[in-house]
Structure formats: C-alpha cells, structure tokens
C-alpha cells in the first residue's frame, strides 16, 4: 500500500514539473488572447494513471503562480485544467474521447477570464475561437500524438492504472 502511494505521489510530481517546464518555457505563446499552452498536451495523461489529475492541476497552477497570469486566471485557469483532467478519467475507456475534456473546459472557461480578468476587448466568440484553435493544436493533436506513443509503452511506465 505504501509503494503505491509513493508512486502516486511521484507519478503526480513529475507530471507536475514537466507541465510547469513546459509552461515557462513556451511562456511568451502559454498566456495572453491567443494561447497555445503545450504544456497542456499532458491532460491526456489521466488516461493512464489517475496521479495524472493532480499533477496537470498543480502543474497548472504553478506554471500560472510563475508566470504573468493575475488571481483570476490563476483559480479560474487551474479550475478548468481540473476539470478537464477528471473528465478525462472517467473517459479513460474510450481513448479518443480523452483529449476532448480539456479542449472543451478550456474554451468555456477561459474566454471569460481573458476578457474579463484582464480587459481584453476583443469579444467572448472570438476567444473561444482562439483558446479553441490552441486547444485542439495543443491537446487534440499533440496530445493525441503523446497519447497515441504511451500507450505502446505504457506498461513499463504507468504501473498503477
């Protein structure tokens, strides 16, 4: 019982590092009206292990905490990478419905906090329409592809599914 909580734990921390990684260095495309956040490529690792959802969510919050987003977008950012990534769980069954959890929280939650965190004047359609683009290029592709390459692995890897 103790090993698995420890992979647990583990698991959910590395995820969490990368994610901040992966945010901080693509920061200049991860924040502002037209986003493409590849750290979010990784909301589709719940498909494979459940330590997932808290990695990606404190991944998330970091990388935001770290890097120019307001408290706005720190909660309500990390509350649709949450989501996203529970949603992704339960659909764990049908692997390619995975990516579409985070695409979809995403373009419903953070138009608002664009315009309305930050004052962006450009209107709430058009944010979905650009978080959307970034999302399906970030998650329905890229995570796609991640997805697609553990899961011929994912036995050596992920061992608590």
Known sequence: MKMKKSLFITQAALIAAIYVVLVLIFQ??????????????LT????FTPAAIPGVTIGCLLGNILGPANVFDIIFGTLATLIGAILS?????YKYLVPIPPIVA???IIPWVLRYAYGFEDSIPFFMLTVGIGEIIAVGILG???????????DNIFKNK
Request: net charge positive; proline share 5%.
């Open 44 to 47: 589709v690792l719940p498909y």
């Open 106 to 108: 995403n373009v419903l």
């Open 89 to 93: 769980y339960l659909l764990r069954r």
């Open 28 to 41: 200049s495309t991860s924040f502002g009206p037209i986003q493409f956040r590849i750290a979010e490529a």
């Open 144 to 154: 796609t592809i991640l997805l697609l390459a553990l899961d011929r692995v994912k």
